[in-house]
């Protein structure tokens, strides 16, 4: 018999009896305490920490106060500073409960409430839905009419409303015997494509879809009015899947090193849906048997733990998918508590990293129709390309942006949720730092209580941006030794210099805020990766500039376009033809609920666009490198050239500074 | 709390704790004790007779004997013998358990294994299946081809087998992906249409599929070669659901007076279908995995109960049923436990009463090709009715056959079970007869221990025929008085006459088994049913003669043509053009499991098929009761003419006599 141990977690005050061996992250989830763990248990992210507050309860006072853990690891000496240490700082997933513990998570690694920003958009086609509802007046069978009665409203509505079906549903079959007699013979007929199925007795005047995009990070929902094509009511949430790993990476890793993983995190975000599909049918009133079709979209990895797909041959190299075009499911095949005689309808994959959702966003964008050439980007925590036109057809790769531009891989950075830094503005005189911060309604420097936890992504490609117009940062991104600020300084432990964009004072979690040399090379990678995505995509289309850039995403829409093209992530381009589109993805996704020539469309382009694979160009590191620079590589940027003309070279005016004071002096003496 | 008692049946010996007020043949079901109940509870067939042994456990003497049950009804004052009465007969349907109870089931009241004869036939036509397998070796992906799995199969399959999928089912996606590399992307695909249904790794050379005919009475079922059309195993069962009543509208009964029925006989007959399933594949060592195809046929009762559709409009006019065409339901669905990825056919319903039993009957006998006309007779549990030919078109109907056919409404009428009789001969001159019991190898004259229990449909038929024959009966279906047999006497209770077909000394009953003027009436009316029947399609078809007359079914395969021919079932015949055919509705299902161009075949007819509703014709009811003469009607049976030409009249043979005697009395006076 195992034994069990008494563990509580603060601040929330959960507690349960845990397994003896438990590692502490597994305890925390399994009784709901959300311990961000952005690696996937990969025990490389350094964020799950927690602080043993007491290890002992029934024996005070007999072991010493770290009994009732596994001992200190080599990965926590390296991951852990000597103050955390002192502190009784663990990482969660490194220490496994032995006794009783008293568990204190601090505010920065408790998995917050992101704040989720995914805008319906104005869908850019009239309805027309592959679902359409048809009321019906059928005559009584009689001893000479004594047909059936799928063939009798399949005449009926052959004669009423010019409509075929062809099949029922299973499940439709077996509700609406009662329900046609109870309504009399005239019914509402919910028929999808060739199929009926629903008979709801009486005539129905609106019916509802959903449409969800299904992001790594974020869910966001869309009960969505068929006819109309107006979102109704929206709901969103992280994906909870988060606490199996941050990216899809880690999700796949967890499925790879779980052999329950794959069953856990589907279950995970189906559960998701679920309460989701609650939520919005109960704010609208209706029941989930109300609705009758779904239209989901994500990214690949997501896709396949969707669909309890095996995901592991997505992670690896030639990372094909197990299914590429779209599919139809009936909602009870997969546990969606919609109709039972439901679809869902998950749109086609483009390749192994360029998904579903990638696929909402180009029959949204439709860069096949566009008589100039467009690149379209999707940060999500992947970034995706498209690239084209009408005459030059349309390619799409998949970037490894990694998950700086979400928050991972940054020292404090964090996801969009409140008390993260989302706008950075550094001035270039006195390099003080202006930042806005998720919650906040002002700029930190007109409010009192500043309450900051850590810096979001658009906080992130702020700061780089303006780290470079001030100077403090080259254009290879290494920090200038002469910028004239105390807030550049070298980090106790590490040495490595870095830049206090919040003092402790201003925080919440009782440190400096900083920007580090390796959070730059960070964002220097996630930059570069995209320049290097479209710069392929554009010899590989020969052509030399791009006319219109699109951002879609959350993320994109809470970017600013001139940090963007300052900092080179794309290349150069008129500031007014870059645009934000908002989640594209999901206003995709809403097309193709409502519009069945869209849904066509996005099947057919899923095909007809050429995926791009950059790995297998033999230039493609040396390109990427190139494009790691600020603005990059040896291109031109006359759009932002006057802004660039005016960077400070805080080293030539150190020396120049110097040499006046030398003068100065030597003048004095 | 509900009071319990404790209920013991024998001879099984089972017992039970059994609520307060429980009627006896549901404290019987409960505890799986099987009592015939013919009626489905409407109280009005008698059978489900039990002896109440002892009353009383803890209280001995206390009570009467009586005491723990309720009193006698009226119904059991009309129905039981007055020395059933003596002996402390009930009818378990009306007696409620009030106190503790040993109750015996009689010999002829227990449940009993119906011997099933439902032989498979020769197929008529080749296999070409709707279900194929394909072995196909595929191209690994690489970084320069990283299709999705789906698309590659797709692509291979086209390239090297020239097949053309275009969907893939949901369970076989989830599980194809990791069994493809094992196989290392060898594998063998199962295509149902154009629909993927298994991947499996290696070659495949054998592949089944399961035909299921499901009686009213009987279920017989299949395992067949795919590529052979050959069946490797057969099973059969009673069907289950007897229990719940014995032909359909005591079950359509039952689902009307039980919320629960419709659902308790649906995972009943499920329940049964999974059983036979688990024994055919294990007969062949295979796993039910391995099967993707299963062919139902059944009537439009049995239909609508084992899809789970509501049964009660089939019951009454215009009797429509909720679904006439074919339909595939996943067998996920419906909760068959072949592969989840398989397919479930139902062939189509034609009419009300006629189902889809009879379709497979229609496309395996093709009366719509004949050059000649024909009529097929299908009695089962319900008697259906094809007559056409390949320049008529063919006609349907349904027939009230009544149980009788079945043995229930019979006194002493049984299920083809050991014990039944099932042939009978009558000596002509001495009017004795000998007769065949099933289970024992010779006539009942040549053995020594008989066991008699009741008799069955063919011997039912054979009865009458064999009594019309020897004069014992006249044309219009009555007892002469004249005939010169002791076994001829009336009924003590009702005074009416009955003729002993088996002294007590033969049977395992303790009683004679007799035949009575009510038990000629039944026979009377089941084989006018389907006179009237025949009589009315070919004036629809207007034709005076039928050159051939098949009789299918277990049943039919049973019964002595000559009989039938001579009680008028069907109009006169040449008896070499009267055939037998066994199950031609089991062999049917075969054919449109591995022959996709008849069970399209079969869709389409039993739509052109025209079915003709009886009952509205004004002159029915005097067709009908014309029809229930021996052999019958106006009409010339010149087949059997000198058979009716020999016919004695023991009223003019006993007058003759008579008369002869007083002649010699005289002389001798």
């Known amino acids: 018999m195992t034994q069990e ?21 597994e305890a925390a989830r399994s009784l709901g305490v959300e311990i961000e763990a952005i690696c996937g248990e990969k025990k490389t992210c350094g964020k799950c920490k927690i602080q043993i ?10 072991e010493s106060k770290m009994s009732n853990v596994t001992p200190f690891t080599s990965d926590e000496e390296r991951m852990l500073s000597s103050a955390e240490k002192d502190n009784n700082y663990r990482l969660s997933c490194l220490s496994e409960v032995q006794g009783d513990l008293l568990c204190f998570v601090p505010e920065e690694a408790r998995g917050g409430q992101q704040v989720v920003r995914k805008k319906a958009g104005k869908l850019k086609y009239k309805p027309d839905p592959l679902l359409k509802i048809y009321y019906i007046e059928m005559k009584e069978p009689t001893i000479h009419d004594p047909e059936d009665d799928f063939l009798r409203i399949k005449q009926t509505l052959r004669e009423q409303q010019g409509v075929v079906i062809s099949r029922v549903d299973f499940f439709c079959l077996q509700n609406m015997t009662n329900k046609i007699r109870e309504a009399k013979w005239k019914v509402t007929c919910f028929v999808l494509g ?53 990216d899809v ?41 109300d609705i009758l079709e779904m239209v989901l979209v994500c990214n690949t990895a997501m896709h396949h733990i969707l669909l309890n797909l095996e995901p592991k041959y997505v992670g690896v190299a030639p990372f094909p998918t197990a299914m590429a075009p779209a599919v139809d499911i009936k909602s009870r095949d997969l546990g969606l508590c919609i109709n039972a005689a439901g679809n869902i309808h998950v749109l086609a994959n483009e390749a192994g990293f360029v998904g579903a959702d990638n696929c909402a966003v180009l029959i949204n964008e439709e860069p096949y129709n566009s008589d100039e050439s467009v690149l379209i980007i999707d940060i999500g925590t992947n970034g995706e390309l498209l690239c084209g036109s009408k005459s030059l057809g349309v390619l799409s790769c998949s970037v490894a942006t990694g998950p700086a531009l979400e928050g991972a891989q940054i020292k404090f950075g964090m996801r969009a949720a409140p008390g993260a830094i989302e706008k950075v503005e550094i001035d270039v005189e006195t390099l003080e730092p202006r930042y806005k911060v998720i919650g906040k309604a002002d700029w930190h420097t007109d409010i009192a209580e500043v309450d900051t936890k850590g810096i979001c992504g658009s906080g992130i490609i702020d700061v780089a941006a303006e780290f470079f117009r001030t100077g403090i940062i080259d254009k290879g991104g290494r920090f200038s030794k002469y910028a004239p600020t105390d807030r550049l300084r070298n980090d106790v432990d590490t040495g490595m210099p870095e830049y206090v964009l ?3 004072s201003e925080t919440s979690i009782g440190k400096d805020i900083v920007i580090t040399q390796g959070d730059v090379r960070a964002i220097q990678l996630a930059v570069g990766s995209i320049y290097a995505g479209a710069w392929i995509m554009m010899r590989e289309l020969d052509i030399e500039t791009i006319d219109k850039v699109v951002l879609a995403g959350a ?45 066509k469309e ?40 006057h802004v660039l003309d005016e960077i400070p070279n805080w ?18 003496s």
């Open 194 to 246: 060739d199929e009926l199925v629903r008979v709801t007795p009486g005539k129905i005047e609106k019916y509802y879809g959903i449409a969800i995009d299904i992001g790594t990070t974020t869910v966001a929902a869309y009960l969505t009015d068929m006819q109309t094509g107006k979102v109704v009511a929206t709901d969103s949430k992280m994906n909870p899947q988060v606490r199996f790993g941050e």
């Open 249 to 289: 990476m880690s999700r796949i890793s967890y499925s790879m090193q779980n052999p329950e993983g794959l069953g856990q995190m589907h279950k995970t975000i189906i559960d998701a849906i679920n309460d989701i599909i609650g939520n919005l049918t109960e704010e609208l009133n209706i029941t989930s048997d």
């Open 602 to 641: 996005a099947d057919e382009w899923a095909r007809k666009v050429r995926y791009v694979e950059l790995t297998v160009f033999e230039d493609f590191e040396r390109v990427f490198m190139k494009s790691m620079q600020f603005p990059h590589m040896d291109h031109p940027f006359p759009h932002v050239q």
């Open 651 to 668: 080293k030539k005016i150190a020396k120049e500074k110097k040499k006046r004071d030398k003068a100065s002096a030597g003048a004095a």
């Open 5 to 25: 141990h008494t563990v509580i977690f603060q601040p929330s005050g959960r507690r349960g009896k845990i397994s003896h061996g438990t590692n502490v992250l």
């Open 555 to 599: 993320f994109g829409s809470h970017l600013s376009q001139f940090s963007c093209l300052l900092m080179g992530m794309f290349p150069d381009c008129d500031i007014s033809n870059i645009f934000s589109v908002g989640n594209s993805a999901g206003d995709g996704a809403r097309l193709c609920l409502v519009n069945k020539v869209k849904r």
């Open 502 to 504: 919040a003092w402790e």
């Open 53 to 62: 507050q007491e290890g002992y309860f029934e024996k005070f006072g007999v």
